[in-house]
């Protein structure tokens, strides 16, 4: 089976060839919640050495002891092979062929890292390990069954903005090889823009969770004492400082280069920040969430046999 899986620091994606699509919290809890004798069929739970670890919001929900993916060394942790796992389901013996991605300020580093860890836990995969922003260049690059549908990509020079949730990453494309030289990473994401929001907020309203503030990012509003709020201005404001923020960095990174064809915004806080980048040259893929797994999942058809179609 073809995949392409993003573990994130917040979230993580996986997408198959056979058009199944998973997307979860980046969170690992010990053990399972108790429920009173409520059945437990809507956790994801794998075992890993016997032990149970409950994966994604549930364990936060739950108010399990947590484990987090947020650091380099967390490749070698056991939520990481957690995660993983809850990617795969329970097929972990089949035959797999898996193309994942690593900031790029990571990458040289870590990609031996992360291939002993995917090999070590799935004894029967390909993996390959890419910067994790190509994965955007090339779902716009190629169809749903791997074959390049804009020739035009291959002769341009591309810049992939990606805002994740603790990082943006910017990737440069030449005629489809990425220029290491003005690519890089900043932290600055989605967590910056929702720490922002909170501390604006206090003159209002103080002890605002960060769930709270995820879905007053759709929303524009936030409850206070029973009724909803509009924060539409604060929420505005924000968002807007986050993007001059990223702007300014990516414009430090590219210098003189004006010679970009194309900028592609990507990542979840592509997604909710897209009104607050006004160039004119500025395009998304049809889901910045999920773009970077998808584009994996289609490098995996194209290396390794192209099964099924995604949706």
Excluded at 41 to 48: C, M, P, S
Excluded at 120 to 146: A, H, N, R, W
Aim: with cysteine.
């Amino acid at each position: 089976m073809e995949m392409g899986i993003d573990i994130g620091y917040g979230v993580t994606k996986a997408v198959r060839s056979d058009g199944q699509v998973k997307h979860f919290r980046s969170v690992v809890g010990l053990g399972m919640p108790d429920t009173f004798g409520i059945a437990h069929d809507n956790f994801t739970v794998v075992r890993i050495n016997g032990e149970a670890y409950t994966v994604g919001e549930e364990a936060e929900k739950y108010r399990l002891p947590l484990i987090t993916v947020r650091s380099r060394n967390s490749i070698e942790s056991i939520a990481y092979r957690a995660l993983l796992l809850a990617c795969i389901g329970e097929d972990v013996s089949g035959r797999h062929a898996i193309v994942t991605g690593l900031p790029l300020g990571y990458y040289n580093a870590d990609k031996s890292r992360v291939v002993k860890k995917f090999r070590e836990t799935l004894p029967i995969c390909e993996i390959k390990v890419v910067p994790q922003p190509i994965g955007t260049f090339y779902d716009l690059l190629f169809d749903d069954k791997g074959d390049v549908r804009y020739a035009d990509f291959m002769d341009r020079k591309i810049a992939v903005i990606d805002i994740g949730t603790y990082t943006t990453d910017l990737l440069v494309m030449d005629k489809a090889t990425p220029v290491a030289g003005v690519s890089g990473c900043v932290e600055i994401g989605i967590d910056t823009l929702t720490k922002n929001i909170i501390k604006s907020l206090l003159p209002l309203r103080r002890n605002i969770s960060s769930g709270e503030i995820e879905k007053a990012i759709n929303t524009n509003t936030i409850k206070k004492e029973g009724q909803e709020m509009d924060i539409s201005d604060i929420m505005a404001e924000n968002k807007s400082a986050i993007a001059a923020n990223i702007w300014s960095w990516v414009q430090s990174r590219l210098g003189t280069e004006e010679d970009i064809d194309v900028l592609i915004l990507t990542g979840g806080g592509g997604e909710i920040l897209r009104s607050y980048f006004v160039q004119g040259n500025i395009i998304m893929p049809n889901s910045p969430f999920l773009s970077n797994a998808t584009g994996f999942c289609k490098i995996a058809r194209r290396l390794y046999g192209k099964v099924g179609v995604s949706g």
